[in-house]
């Protein structure tokens, strides 16, 4: 790929930030930045259908190729759900969610060698420490000073994606410069309160570190010492987290034993039941995007009131897509998803550097955490967190097409 491309890529994420800004700003700019969303996915869409058919060298493989069917598939769907009423707009608000793994992907696929996605890696890097600068910074000086914990459960959104990719990292390298930014990530995904990021992030750590002790079962001891000190390092940070913050990490934990007297878990359970009747009304081709369901809320935190609210989303992310898209757009989805974990996995292994494979590694514990998180917390449906989902499912596919280039060659 030449500099043209490599300025694609650049102009692609000078527009994300753009938007992002324009998205803390309200009423009408909000409309222009969503219309922003569709076009920008639709023509790297068209850009990237169009050098299939040139059937290049670097043309798409079957992990991007994937996505483009269950993207077809969710138009189609979004169609079908006029049917049901479905607002169109609404609909293509939802459909950008899932066209920002596009853009990703297209990021990664132009900027065309591998220097230039270790770059980019820290550019997100660098973008998501600011977005959630000021409230880390609030939360550090309550503890200090007053000894108050304030939850800020939206720091976490793009960090626990952040401290499992640069772990994968880490444990492969052993670059120790990745030390501080993976603390730094690791308190601010405690810090934020929400259980279903910690379980999400203890999931990618356990297959993180399980992966590279069971690699280097008979091979060097130095990726067994590492796991073994990061995850000792770890366990301490989490101790003294929960000291610091007045047994409240410990207590949070166990409340889910007791759900029946969470409201929050009480309420999720309420939402899911409602959702799986709407399901069953059409579970091959789902209600469509911009379609919404009813059900009784019983936790007034989370909507503002208890009784019947009318909702477009859910807190469990599988029932939401058997929802709106039915049962084939959740196997297509799905199978990518399976996919990405597969390319991932391999090229952890046999990458032609160190560094994607690093990148490798932590796309694998990535996916596996978004899914843990996503039954309760719906990752998958936040723009930034696919956003960098995709970018890293398309340098792992670029991985994976440089192999095969070389064994051609």
């Known amino acids: 790929m030449g500099r043209n491309t490599g300025s694609l890529s650049v102009l692609v994420l000078g527009s994300f930030v753009f938007s992002q800004l324009l998205a803390f700003q309200r009423s009408t700019d ?12 639709t023509l790297l869409v068209g850009l990237m259908l169009i050098m299939r058919v040139e059937q290049r060298e670097d043309c798409l493989t079957g992990l991007e190729s994937s996505y483009f069917l269950f993207c077809l598939w969710a138009v189609f769907s979004m169609l079908y759900g006029q049917y049901y009423g479905a607002s169109v707009w609404m609909g293509m608000r939802e459909f950008t969610v899932f066209l920002w793994v596009v853009v990703g992907m297209a990021v990664a696929w132009l900027s065309g060698d591998e220097q230039h996605q270790l770059l980019f890696l820290t550019f997100f890097t660098v973008v998501g420490l600011i977005q959630n600068g000021p409230e880390v910074w609030l939360q550090f000086s309550a503890l200090l000073k007053d000894h108050r914990f ?3 459960p939206g720091t976490a959104v793009f960090h626990e994606g952040l401290f499992l990719v640069w772990l994968g990292r880490f444990l492969i390298s052993g670059d120790r410069r990745i030390v501080v930014l993976l603390a730094y990530l690791g308190v601010n995904v405690l810090l934020s309160g929400t259980r279903g990021f910690w379980a999400g992030t ?4 356990i297959v993180g570190v399980g992966s590279t002790l069971v690699a280097n079962l008979r091979g060097s001891g ?3 010492r590492r796991a073994f000190w990061m995850t000792a390092c770890l366990v301490l940070l989490v101790v003294g987290l929960n000291h610091l913050t007045g047994n409240y990490l410990f207590a949070r934990s166990m409340s889910v034993l007791v759900a029946l007297k969470d409201l929050s878990v009480v309420d999720r359970l309420s939402e899911s039941r409602w959702i799986i009747q709407e ?8 209600h469509g995007f911009g379609s919404s369901f009813f059900f009784y809320s019983l936790n007034p935190f989370t909507y503002g009131t208890t009784g019947y609210v009318e909702v477009r989303w859910a807190h469990d992310f599988y029932l939401y897509l058997l929802f709106k898209v039915g049962l084939i757009g959740t196997l297509a989805f799905a199978y990518w998803a399976l996919a990405v974990l597969r390319t991932a996995w391999r090229q952890s292994k046999a990458a032609s550097s160190i560094g994607l494979r690093g990148v490798a590694q932590g796309t694998f514990m990535l996916v596996v955490g978004m899914a843990v998180t996503s039954v309760s917390s719906p990752l998958f449906l936040q723009r930034n967190a696919m956003l960098f989902l995709g970018f890293l499912a398309g340098t792992v596919a670029y991985s994976s097409r440089q192999r095969v280039v070389e064994k051609r060659g």
């Open 30 to 41: 909000v409309v222009w930045t969503e219309i922003a969303y569709l076009v920008w996915g």
């Open 222 to 224: 130095t990726p067994r």
């Open 202 to 205: 203890l999931a990618g750590l």
């Open 279 to 286: 399901i069953l009304r059409s579970p091959v081709w789902g």
């Open 150 to 152: 304030i939850r800020f």
